[in-house]
């Protein structure tokens, strides 16, 4: 149950996109498509942006979007708001089991 | 309109035992997936634990296996997780969190989470 790998941290400015990448093996994000991705601001609740590698829960804007190639998983964040500065968190189905990433911080600049 | 509400948190000497409680509403929790999560301070988000469909097919992360435990009360809605040796390394604010849709595995729905904090 090794954690899935991601950068400790990402930026971009106001306008721009910045990707989180997500890696992690052959059994959990290279053996489903069940990839998720959250966002969580300090002090609140996470919340989930993307599910099922690509698709968006109702009310998360289409900035946010989600690949998958092998064992690794990204999000893109597209056209960064301030707002956007927080946590993000991608997790796996593993089997039976759920397993996360370390998460990256990502700063607006 | 789905919510789920925490509670049992608090301060506890290593080695005693706790249960948190996850009051589900707006669904059944026996037709959903329902995951425990946990984030130590100034650490990232930890999965804990899922009982799938309120029956016996449950599982732990390694860190908390034959330590914690997952039961449910139908009449009530209600899960909890029973924590027994708890360690200094399990003080984390936990989040109980229900996935979006039947057998999606996403946690789409979540608590606002309790806090446990182990210490002597």
């Known amino acids: 149950q090794s954690a899935l790998t991601q950068p400790p941290s990402a930026s971009g400015s106001p306008g721009q996109s910045v990707t989180i990448s997500c890696t992690g093996t052959?059994?959990?994000?290279?053996?489903?498509?069940?990839v998720s991705w959250y966002q969580h601001h300090p002090g609140k609740v996470p919340k989930l942006m993307l599910y099922e590698v690509t698709k968006r829960p109702s009310g998360v804007p289409d900035r946010f979007s989600g690949s998958k190639s092998g064992t690794t998983a990204s999000l893109t964040v597209s056209g960064l708001q301030a707002d956007d500065e927080a946590d993000y968190y991608c997790s796996s189905y593993a089997g039976n089991i759920v397993v996360f990433g370390g998460g990256t911080k990502v700063t607006v600049l | 309109q789905v919510q789920l509400v925490e509670s049992g948190g608090g301060v506890v000497q290593p080695g005693t035992s706790l249960t948190l409680s996850c009051a589900a509403s707006?669904?059944?929790?026996?037709?959903?997936?329902i995951h425990w999560v946990r984030q130590a301070p100034g650490k990232g988000l930890e999965w804990v634990a899922v009982?799938?469909?309120?029956?016996?097919?449950?599982h732990f992360a390694e860190s908390v296996k034959g330590r914690f435990t997952i039961s449910g009360d139908n009449s009530k809605n209600t899960l909890y997780l029973q924590m027994n040796s708890l360690r200094a390394e399990d003080t984390a604010v936990y989040y109980c969190?229900?996935?979006?849709?039947?057998?999606?595995?996403?946690?789409?729905?979540w608590g606002q989470g309790t806090l446990v904090t182990v210490s002597s």
């Open positions: 052959s059994s959990d994000v290279g053996a489903y498509n069940y």
């Open positions: 707006g669904f059944a929790f026996s037709s959903f997936g």
């Open positions: 969190g229900r996935e979006l849709g039947a057998g999606t595995y996403e946690i789409g729905y």
């Open positions: 009982i799938w469909y309120g029956g016996n097919n449950k």
